[in-house]
């Protein structure tokens, strides 16, 4: 809910600095880089980016990430980023095209790269120093300072990914045994908080490759093991922190010699992509690549696969699936290494001329483009040393954070935003439904008063942010942005804000005797079709003991 103006506030001042904004989904905090500038915008043509579009590196690129401020963080196994020395780690900035070095870097490959919520990148790998410091396999660093610092006495053996919880917990995965000195096999929990490693019950009996954390709090973890916590599993497996609890994902992935999950990627809805070295997943051939339905644990092909060794996987914000890695001639692509699912036709379409070598980490730039890393020295066709570009040709503003559904108090301000994966000139139009609301037609807003909402004003109906001073007579209202760009135009998806107010009965008067007698009313089960919500606390349920209790509150003149 928005936080209430005092009663003197001026309308015409009502946004900033008294505005507390709505909560943003996990994307838009991802993404809240989006509105920053950059030289070049994304094409409205598919293709690799003219000059395919990084400067490499003079060997290996294994890991691929992108800071708050839409840097990208480049790790592998060399010494050179563009001209710049860089000992296996660096930092190119895309709005000036320019390398720069992260501290003296690290003294040994990096396969894994991660951002903790308060704001330092860790690297994992097998280096063994880290800023001209000991750091056994895994260190953080302040991407501002350059300055690094180890986590603890690290790992015994290689970390080969990382993944951060919505608690902020760090994972690590890999092929070590011993994690800050606690025993933790292949997988290992580090708390920023107290600084220290715990293990993820009895771990995993073979090697972890790949490791995902998913919105509800869960921890996926691919790899080549067969028993995870002491459970039979099949390469692929989830833990959960609040129990401590192992569980398989049905019965995982089987075939080829050596069956193993390289990359994992989780969707909005918690379900999960895996990618790696097999023929079957569940019960389905699915060649490489498959899909684990969380609300009915069902496995499911998508398309005809990819054949061997997909090594990276990344879901796009409009649903397709993009792969990289060794395959050539199997499943569907033929050759390329890099290959795009297409959800609502469900084929796989091959990357033109693709790479001329692996390909192993995958990074959705702010610009809407594709960022490979890999061992390639060639892609689409030109001169690539380990790192390319490619524009991903969504078409259309690329919606990645949107402001979800809210309720708000008279005198409350409320703000929807929306956050975009593309850079260059973007129209912003809010809109308003009409009554009935699902059913009504869509009517674009104009600063000032909102219409059929006597009193409540708006602002910012052009921009990103739509901001709602809420007064008398707003009831409850769906709202929406388009976007437009060169490329074509996008809705954003609708969200209701629903206004909270003791006038129960709609007769323009609040806590009257009426509206307290139809408040009752309710309360005992009886209908008020002209009622407005009594979700009186904004918890999404109504004539709760919270509810009851606010509607008092509200009624004494305290704030919801």
Not at 106 to 124: F, K, R, T
Not at 376 to 385: I, L, N, P, R, T
Not at 503 to 520: H, K, L, N, S
Request: charged share 15%.
């Amino acid at each position: 809910m928005g936080r209430p103006l005092p009663v003197t506030a001026s309308r015409a001042a009502f946004i900033r600095p008294r505005v507390r904004p709505s909560v943003l989904g996990t994307l838009l905090i991802l993404f809240a880089v989006m509105a920053a500038p950059r030289v070049g915008i994304a094409q409205c043509v598919r293709g690799w980016v003219d000059g395919v579009g990084i400067p490499g590196v003079n060997g290996e690129v294994r890991a691929l990430l992108v800071l708050p401020d839409g840097d990208l963080i480049v790790g592998g196994d060399f010494s050179l980023a563009g001209s710049l020395a860089a000992s296996n780690i660096a930092r190119y900035t895309p709005s000036s095209g320019a390398w720069s070095a992260l501290g003296s870097g690290v003294g040994g490959a990096v396969y894994a790269l991660a951002v903790l919520s308060n704001g330092p990148l860790v690297a994992g790998g097998s280096f063994l120093s880290a800023g001209g410091g000991a750091a056994n396999r895994i260190a953080r660093c302040d991407p501002a300072s350059g300055e690094w610092t180890a986590l603890g006495s690290g790992m015994n053996a290689t970390v080969r990914a990382l993944a951060v919880m919505p608690s902020g917990d760090l994972i690590a995965g890999g092929f070590f045994t011993t994690a800050g000195g606690v025993a933790a096999n292949r997988v290992a929990r580090f708390v920023p908080a107290t600084a220290e490693w715990k293990a993820m019950g009895t771990g995993t009996t073979g090697s972890v490759y790949a490791l995902a954390a998913t919105l509800n709090g869960t921890v996926i973890v691919g790899g080549d093991f067969l028993g995870a916590g002491g459970l039979a599993v099949n390469r692929i497996a989830r833990f959960q922190p609040a129990t401590a609890a192992w569980s398989a994902l049905g019965s995982g992935v089987t075939g080829t010699q050596v069956p193993r999950v390289y990359a994992l990627a989780t969707l909005p809805n918690n379900d999960v992509i895996a990618a790696g070295n097999f023929r079957t997943a569940g019960n389905v051939v699915a060649r490489g690549v498959a899909l684990y339905r969380r609300s009915d644990g069902v496995w499911s092909n998508l398309g005809a696969g990819l054949g061997s060794e997909p090594r990276a996987i990344l879901a796009l914000p409009n649903g397709d699936v993009i792969a990289g890695g060794t395959f050539r001639s199997d499943g569907g692509p033929s050759s390329g290494r890099i290959a795009r699912y297409d959800r609502s036709a469900q084929i796989w379409s091959l990357f033109d001329l693709g790479t001329a070598d692996a390909v192993h980490a995958l990074a959705f730039l702010p610009s809407g483009d594709l960022a490979l890393g890999g061992s390639f020295a060639e892609a689409g066709g030109s001169a690539a040393a380990g790192l390319a570009g490619y524009a991903l040709n969504l078409s259309v503003p690329i919606i990645v954070g949107q402001t979800a559904s809210t309720s708000a108090c008279r005198d409350d301000v409320v703000e929807f935003r929306t956050a975009v994966g593309n850079f260059g000139p973007i129209a912003y139009q809010w809109q308003l439904e009409t009554p009935p609301m699902g059913g009504g037609y869509w009517q674009d807003l104009a600063d000032g008063p909102l219409p059929g909402a006597e009193g409540t004003i708006v602002e910012g109906a052009s921009s990103p942010t739509l901001a709602v001073l809420v007064l008398n007579g707003l009831g409850s209202v769906r709202v929406r942005c388009v976007l437009t760009d060169a490329c074509g135009t996008v809705l954003g998806a609708p969200a209701i804000l629903t206004a909270i107010s003791i006038d129960v009965d709609r007769d323009g008067d609040e806590g009257t005797d009426a509206a307290i007698e139809a408040f009752f009313a309710a309360v005992g089960g009886s209908r008020c079709p002209a009622c407005d919500s009594l979700d009186f606390d904004g918890d999404g349920e109504s004539v709760t003991d919270a509810d009851i209790e606010a509607f008092f509150r509200l009624l004494a003149g305290g704030s919801c």
